[in-house]
């Protein structure tokens, strides 16, 4: 069992920058892929960026170049940096641990960009 909590949520204006953290219970292990995703008003979730074992990094196109995805398993965490940050990137954005065929998924941490 992995428990996920999301920081680092909150109010920008666009251009601004955020970093989000995803803190685990238990361990993180090495060969878990750890994503972020998100939820937009009247949206499906999509993925943001996903980090798999090995390093391998995956973004969705529309944030390539702002976001940065990261990993600290001694700390068992994973922060999202996001960058640059438009009114469309306002979501709630969710911590994802997949595991063994088993999707984990934190409570979620609201981000709104809006002047």
Not at 31 to 43: A, E, I, L, N
Request: net charge positive; glycine share 12%.
């Amino acid at each position: 069992q992995v428990q996920l909590v999301e920081s680092g949520g909150g109010l920008v204006q666009p251009g601004g920058s955020l970093r989000l953290s995803c803190a685990a219970s238990g361990s993180i292990f090495s060969s878990d892929v750890m994503g972020w995703y998100r939820q937009g008003p009247g949206k499906q979730r999509e993925l943001v960026a996903a980090i798999a074992p090995g390093g391998r990094i995956n973004y969705a196109d529309s944030v390539k170049g702002r976001f940065t995805i990261s990993r600290d398993n001694a700390k068992n965490t994973v922060y999202l940096q996001m960058n640059s940050l438009k009114p469309d990137d306002t979501a709630i954005y969710y911590c994802n641990c997949f595991r063994r065929s088993t999707d984990y998924w934190g409570q979620g941490t609201q981000v709104t960009v809006s002047s």
